[in-house]
């Protein structure tokens, strides 16, 4: 599916309608996911077993600040991309341009900021890791660039593009790792550099995406830049909460305690994040789906992407606390089985963060975005204390119970804000006959799609 320059907002269609069209994008984009943890699950399974605790800790201080340090300086640029791109596509060209004018610039400072402060965060380890940690933030731009680019792709409706990106980082990756592992030379350093070397191939392939779709190339204009950032710095807020609330514990344990209690943690953060799987899909089709539409249509959206998302999720949650300890020893290794306990309550925290981000997403398509930006962070506000207090005394079980607790406030907060600020009846979060009947016509659909 190419973008269209072309493109705008679609009138207003029957809920059998939109629930069809926005089932089967999400279908696609589930199993385009599936393909991607199973990429991230061999890399991550292949690092643990070969590189052992220590190693894998090592690893993740270095390979942690590329993706993290462009997600939390966007300035809000991809949301804002995706909100005028449905509703001026008109200025599409001019929009696109000045967008990643803005995440290269930002992304140059952000590299230039992060290489003096890094060393006194990794303190704890060795100066060969920290300098490596510090060459690898030239890609922080790339990456930076690359996320306005699916916003773009996102934002068309190219769901496809924004999938296959997400694809080839993780197979590059683990191409990369195995040509190591063929020349018996995985270690911390060389298994970095296979993470980090697998953006370029990501950032080239939505450069000719985008290239071929676009048929000319405006110059960035200050006028279209604040425009831009009109929104953006209200939806920005959201963007940083939301990479501070998937990293923010790790960027704290790397910090404070010793490698292999960070490899521990980061093996077991992996495999709970997997779960995100069907909220990730719901919330990348949602938002540029809803932008546009009516608020009765936005609300009715949400009501059934949370609960049937959460449904799945919370299902295939139940089976992993149950057979986690099985699964950190056949997956991963022995080592990591004492860790089964976090991995519990890291599996609690997945299904319900899904929920409040599938939330927030009503939100932001009627343009209140300021509001979610505010609701989070009084409720991440409380983990960031709760982890300079817990991590100290109990290692990554107390960063598992502060993520826990800050999800739990944030829920509640966003889940109150529907009648406070959009003035509504918030969706019903208690699964219905209908959303297992959704739940399986997307099955369905998905099987006729293979079949035919």
């Known amino acids: 599916m190419s973008v269209s320059s072309t493109e705008s907002i679609s009138p207003p269609k029957s809920a059998a309608t939109r629930a069809g069209h926005g089932a089967r994008a999400v279908v696609h984009s589930i199993a385009s996911k599936v393909l991607i943890l199973a990429l991230q699950a061999s890399t991550g399974i292949l690092t643990a077993r070969m590189l052992l605790p220590w190693g894998r800790g090592e690893l993740a201080a270095m390979i942690l600040w590329p993706l993290f340090i462009a997600s939390v300086t966007t300035l809000g640029v991809p949301s804002s991309l995706i909100y005028y791109l449905r509703f001026r596509p008109e200025d599409r060209e001019e929009l696109i341009a000045n967008g990643f004018f803005m995440a290269t610039i930002l992304g140059m400072l952000a590299t230039a900021v992060t290489v003096f402060l890094l060393p006194h965060w990794l303190h704890q380890y060795s100066p060969s890791t920290v300098h490596a940690a510090q060459w690898f933030l030239i890609t922080v731009p790339l990456c930076s660039v690359t996320l306005v680019g699916r916003a773009v792709l996102e934002a068309s409706h190219d769901f496809s593009g924004s999938n296959a990106i997400q694809i080839i980082t993780p197979l590059a990756t683990l191409i990369g790792l195995l040509c190591f592992v063929v020349v018996h030379h995985l270690t911390p350093l060389t298994a970095a550099i296979a993470y980090i070397a697998a953006s370029g191939p990501a950032f080239w392939y939505m450069a000719t995406r985008l ?19 009109s929104y953006g710095i209200r939806s920005y807020g959201i ?16 910090g404070m305690l010793s490698p292999s209690a ?10 709970s994040r997997m779960l ?5 899909s719901v919330v990348m089709v949602l938002f540029p789906k809803a932008a546009g539409r009516s608020a009765d249509e936005v609300i009715a959206m949400t009501g059934d992407a949370v609960r049937v998302s959460g449904l799945v999720t919370a299902a295939c949650g139940i ?15 022995r080592e990591y089985v004492e860790a089964a306990g976090v991995l519990r309550i890291l599996v609690l925290e997945v299904v319900l963060s899904g929920a409040v981000f599938i939330l927030a997403q009503p939100f932001m398509a009627l343009d209140r975005p300021g509001v979610v930006t505010i609701l989070q962070a009084v409720g991440l506000s409380f983990s960031i204390p709760m982890m300079l207090l817990l991590i100290p005394r109990y290692g990554i079980y107390g960063a598992a119970v502060s993520l826990l607790t800050s999800t739990i406030a ?4 966003v889940y109150v804000g529907f009648r406070w600020f959009l003035k509504t009846k918030p969706p019903s979060l208690v699964p219905e006959g209908a959303d297992i009947r959704l739940l399986w016509s997307m099955v369905s659909g998905w099987r006729m799609e293979r079949a035919a």
Do not use: E
């Open 211 to 229: 290239r071929r779709a676009s048929a000319k190339v405006a110059p960035a204009r200050m006028a279209v830049v604040k425009q831009i950032l």
């Open 239 to 254: 963007d940083v909460l939301g990479t501070l609330t998937l990293q923010v514990d790790q960027v704290l344990v790397v």
């Open 262 to 271: 960070m490899g521990s943690y980061v093996v077991v953060l992996s495999l």
């Open 276 to 280: 995100n799987l069907f909220q990730n």
């Open 319 to 333: 089976f992993v606390c149950l057979a986690g300890p099985l699964l950190l020893r056949l997956l991963y290794g």
């Open 410 to 413: 944030r829920l509640i907060f």
